[in-house]
DNA sequence: ACCTGAACACCGTTCAAGT
DNA sequence: ACCTGAACACCGTTCAAGT
């Protein structure tokens, strides 16, 4: 069921190596999983120790508090999320900036909808406030980026209405993104009749409405 | 410094009512000042408990486990917050339904951003999952029902732009200011280079232009 | 009817001691 | 260098016993 590293290659039963091999990363995955199970707040230590098969002190060589291995697990899930954001953008047409940004819309929203735990460690502000998360900071600094580009690309072209300003296109259009995610995560689209399954055509659509109201009238 | 309820006429020190004057609504007290002090996960029982001078299972009386805590906190976060909401739209022009709009999405950001801790409870999808709620869900429904109104009000004057699906503008608009609110509570907002004092004016500029792109051309 | 206080099974975290 | 296992101070929750 676990235990992913090392072959165990003790003839005794109960193998139980005193050096773990990579107990690190075991832990880091053994909290994965747990957040997937029960949410970001049943991920314990003392499990995570327990399905490492090892003692509920051990972790703390490795962490130096539930708040850091909190923080590792939240870098993982953020390396998992930009990969898929890459490859969603991958094969989205070229020279059409909005509609990259649709599409770079539309997988946030479906990996946040399939991953829910993880979003939430991702996005969530408690725990680990502060700047202390490199990788977490640079991946986000590096989809501002993105976002900001797209959008100039588009005000380049002539394609957005005059008078929009960027920033406040960029911080609208993530707020509008964040807040679907959010909502789903949160349940709140039961309230506003919207079913589960129509959720991504209900996102398309509010993407394209923000969108329209963006760009310039033919 | 706490134990609003009871005059204590008991003479000698320590007073401690052996049936206390009303538990309930100062385990509720004591739960929202815990949250306001620590965030929603600060709140705790045993420390309540203790605020209001009782028994560790003194509370259990009264609330079956801590999650029926936190859901009659949150239904009195959601009272205050309403009562809030209300005010705000009262000195609202009458007959300008998305000024009236705008509005209502200022006050609900501008509650969310003092009350950082009640808003999280209110709307984090955790905990009380279910529709126990009577009381959330009433409250949630009349502020459904009332943008849907506002909404349909400006299609009626002949507003909005030809061809917007009013279901669509209106979890479009809810989705923005949830994303706004979230963005902050979250502490996103550094991030994308917007600082404390300028939230509530990034927010202005987002709902305008957000019903800028709803509106008719002129 | 309401509260106490001890109890139980959990936590996170520390630290001497083992290998 | 890394892990064990006992310990401490916390939880939520239960339950007999008190008033």
Same mark, same amino acid.
């Given at each position: 069921?676990s /235990?992913?590293?090392k ?6 039963? /109960?193998p =139980? ?11 880091? $995955?053994?909290?994965?999983?747990l =957040?997937? !199970?029960g949410?970001? $707040? ?9 399905? +490492? ?9 490795? @962490?130096?508090s539930?708040?850091?291995l909190?923080? &590792?697990?939240a870098?993982? &899930?953020?390396? /998992? @999320? ?11 047409p070229?020279?059409?900036p909005?509609?990259?940004l ?6 946030y929203?479906?990996?946040? =909808?399939? #991953?829910p735990?993880? @979003?939430?460690?991702?996005s969530?502000? /408690?725990a680990?406030?502060?700047?202390? =998360?490199?990788?977490?900071s640079?991946? #986000?600094?590096?989809m ?7 959008? +100039?690309?588009? &005000? ?27 909502? #789903?995560? $949160? ?7 919207v079913?589960?399954?129509a959720?991504e055509?209900?996102? !398309?659509?509010a @993407?394209?409405?923000f ?8």
């Amino acid at each position: 069921m676990s /235990r992913p590293a090392k072959k165990a290659a003790s003839p005794r039963r /109960r193998p =139980a190596p005193y050096h773990h091999g990579d107990l690190r990363r075991v832990l880091i $995955d053994a909290a994965l999983q747990l =957040a997937v !199970e029960g949410g970001p $707040d049943a991920v314990s230590v003392r499990e995570a120790a327990r399905r +490492a098969g090892v003692s509920p002190g051990a972790p703390f060589r490795h @962490f130096e508090s539930r708040d850091a291995l909190m923080l &590792a697990v939240a870098e993982e &899930a953020q390396r /998992r @999320f930009r990969t898929e954001i890459a490859a969603a953008l991958a094969d989205a047409p070229q020279g059409a900036p909005l509609q990259r940004l649709k599409r770079l819309g539309l997988a946030y929203l479906r990996w946040a =909808a399939r #991953n829910p735990a993880h @979003f939430e460690i991702i996005s969530t502000g /408690r725990a680990f406030d502060h700047d202390r =998360a490199a990788d977490l900071s640079r991946d #986000n600094a590096e989809m501002i980026a993105m976002t900001e580009q797209l959008l +100039a690309e588009a &005000a380049a072209k002539g394609q957005l209405r005059p008078g929009v300003d960027l920033k406040t296109a960029q911080i609208t259009g993530r707020a509008l993104v964040y807040g679907l995610a959010r909502m #789903n995560l $949160d349940r709140h689209f039961p309230r506003w009749g919207v079913r589960p399954e129509a959720v991504e055509r209900m996102a !398309e659509q509010a @993407f394209d409405l923000f969108l329209d109201g963006l760009v310039a009238p033919a």
